[in-house]
């Protein structure tokens, strides 16, 4: 049935192939943003974007009107930079912005779809679009409904769809030609605990997978630390923090939350002599940071001498919820 | 990324000419709009003229028929000459099919993208603009296609290989006529209705809007001529412009019959046309976006 519209004879040229290269191994940065600013009117959306991304994963921060959809829209091409540019696998997204869309795959956050199609037609019209011939759209736009999980649903119309059905197809027409790197905007938007469980577990497999970079914008904090190792916080249209998770979490290593009981004036004192930051939270709470040299068993030898007990002691890691809030509260970097 | 296998995989084959994937646009529209009972059935009587006409030309050139009809050669070819005319009445009649068939098809063709936010779907691949709006074109200019030009064509050739090269030689303009236009008609046409469907979202409304624009240019032209008993007021009128550039293509400065006064310079129409044309390109550069942008 599929085949039956192809009425014009498609030419086909093997003019250019799909870097099928794993782009895990890094080098070079993924998005490089040099200077990039966006105006719309006399309105400075993105102002003077520095930076060079290079994460398997990388979750895109930011209050409402941040400016985080307008940099994803900027560096698919949607929007002319008002200064500077930024550079997609190298190529500049003023001058090469159709070789970068190649490469990319886009998730809209809005419903964003072609009416009265079928989902398998959507999706593989979506590939031809790409540039497939017909037949490997057809056969990728199978392949990547089942990948998604709408496998038996292909055949039903896309006006049919439940949310979650609707975010699923907007993902397959979004990888249905294997694009190195995927936008991702909201991506969990409106979806029920299962359905949002199943497109994350969709993006780690992609991400672990190897073969494409993501950038993930959501407003969902634990979405994106489910998901992503690298964060670029914006805020106000520049970038208010750019750190990667796990470095920021191995560097939290030091920093301990107690729960003590008995006086503990002598032993924070004591605690002070060992060089350590410390901070009172609370009567029975405080927090210390270790510094060079000193260890967790000190901290109890200290407290056997002042006769304090430890009755609890936790590894404070930086929450991504920390690490937004700070960069809310502190401003651009 | 095969189906029973559920990984990611990147696609590593060939891939289609940039140049031709406005093609895609059209391939699958046409499964949509055939669909439709109605618009087969229209399009097919759409060949009906293009048929009389050739049995036309046929009955001209063979005495046998003509004589089982007990029609007199002579008679037939003083009463329906086969010259520029005749193919200027294919044009006409044809083209007025074509501005009914775009009334049928052309409405949703963008206001349904836009309902739907498909525009950043398009984009955001390694499709342009500019191909986005000739891929809708030519879901029109296709179908106009195949019912002015290349079936003018036919008959213009039908004629010649039964008259003879001679006939050929001498009437080759009227082969140009046909061409030249049909294709203003269909670039007016096909502009029109996307430029139409761009800015009115609602079908039926997008339908009246075209047929309007025609019928009201008409009276505004006819209005301006008769208060000011001038010619210009014709270049807001949309039909005689395109009867005017019809008229000189086919070099009958007057095929309507209007009063000496009224009769509209041909470089007039064309530039008009010309001004319209950019109008509706300008209108869709508006209109064409992934997103609208809020300033």
């Not at chain 2, 520029?84 to 009445?89: A, D, L, S």
Request: charged fraction near 20%.
């Amino acid at each position: 049935m599929e085949n039956a519209v192809a009425n014009i004879p498609e030419p086909v040229a093997s003019v250019a192939v799909l870097p099928d290269a794993p782009p895990e191994v890094t080098t070079s940065p993924i998005i490089d943003l040099d200077g990039l600013s966006v105006t719309f009117g006399s309105r400075p959306i993105l102002k003077d974007l520095r930076g060079e991304l290079r994460g398997r994963a990388i979750g895109l921060l930011g209050p409402n009107g941040a400016g985080k959809t307008t940099l994803i829209h900027t560096l698919l091409g949607f929007h002319a930079p008002s200064s500077g540019t930024a550079h997609i696998f190298g190529r500049d997204i003023r001058n090469d912005a159709k070789q970068i869309r190649t490469q990319i795959g886009y998730m809209p956050e809005r419903d964003s779809f072609i009416a009265n199609m079928t989902c398998v037609h959507f999706v593989r019209l979506m590939a031809e679009l790409s540039g497939l011939p017909a037949e490997a759209a057809l056969e990728r736009a199978h392949e990547a409904l089942f990948y998604v999980g709408l496998g038996e649903a292909r055949y039903r119309q896309l006006g049919t769809y439940s949310l979650g059905m609707k975010q699923l197809a907007k993902l397959a027409q979004a990888i249905v030609h294997g694009p190195r790197l995927i936008f991702l905007d909201e991506p969990t938007n409106g979806l029920d605990p299962p359905a949002r469980a199943r497109m994350l577990g969709l993006i780690r497999q992609i991400r672990d997978s190897g073969k494409a970079n993501i950038l993930l914008s959501s407003h969902l904090l634990r979405d994106v630390e489910e998901c992503c190792e690298e964060i670029l916080i914006i805020k106000q249209g520049r970038i208010a923090v750019y750190c990667n998770l796990e470095e920021e979490r191995k560097a939290n290593l030091k920093f301990l939350e107690l729960e003590t009981r008995g006086d503990r004036e002598p032993f924070v004192e004591a605690v002070a002599t060992l060089g350590c930051e410390y901070a009172l939270t609370s009567e029975r709470r405080l927090k210390v940071v270790l510094q060079n040299g000193a260890e967790i068993r000190d901290l109890y030898r200290i407290a056997a001498e002042h006769q304090v007990q430890i009755r609890r002691l936790n590894f404070k890691r930086d929450s991504l919820e920390d690490i937004f809030l700070k960069a809310m509260e502190d401003g651009v970097a | 990324m095969a189906v029973y296998e559920h990984a990611y995989k990147p696609y590593a084959g060939p891939l289609t000419p940039e140049w031709s994937r406005f093609l895609i646009i059209p391939r699958h529209a046409y499964r949509d709009v055939f669909r439709s009972k109605l618009f087969t059935g229209f399009f097919a009587l759409c060949f009906v003229c293009p048929l009389v006409m050739a049995i036309l030309i046929y009955l001209h050139h063979n005495l046998s028929a003509l004589g089982f009809f007990n029609i007199n050669p002579l008679d037939l070819r003083k009463a329906l000459p086969i010259n520029g005319p005749f193919f200027q009445t294919f044009v006409s009649v044809q083209t007025s099919l074509a501005f009914l068939l775009t009334v049928l098809i052309g409405p949703p063709l963008i206001s349904r993208d836009l309902a739907n936010n498909g525009l950043p779907l398009y984009l955001c691949r390694p499709f342009s603009r500019a191909e986005y709006v000739i891929g809708k074109m030519s879901v029109l200019v296709i179908l106009i296609s195949a019912i002015t030009w290349i079936p003018g064509e036919l008959l213009f050739l039908f004629q010649s290989y039964l008259e003879g090269a001679g006939w050929f030689a001498s009437n080759l303009w009227i082969a140009g006529a046909i061409f030249i236009g049909s294709w203003t008609w269909i670039l007016l046409l096909a502009l029109l209705s996307v430029a139409i469907s761009a800015w009115v979202k609602w079908r039926l409304a997008a339908s009246a809007a075209l047929f309007g624009l025609f019928i009201i240019s008409s009276a505004i032209g006819f209005m301006v001529n008769g208060v000011l008993q001038t010619r210009w007021g014709s270049l807001f009128n949309l039909n005689m412009i395109m009867r005017t550039i019809e008229d000189s293509l086919f070099r009958d400065p007057n095929s309507m019959g209007l009063p000496h006064w009224m009769v509209l310079p041909s470089p007039a129409a064309w530039i008009m046309l010309c001004l319209f044309l950019v109008m509706c390109l300008f209108l869709l550069t508006r209109r064409v976006r992934a997103y609208e942008v809020v300033r």
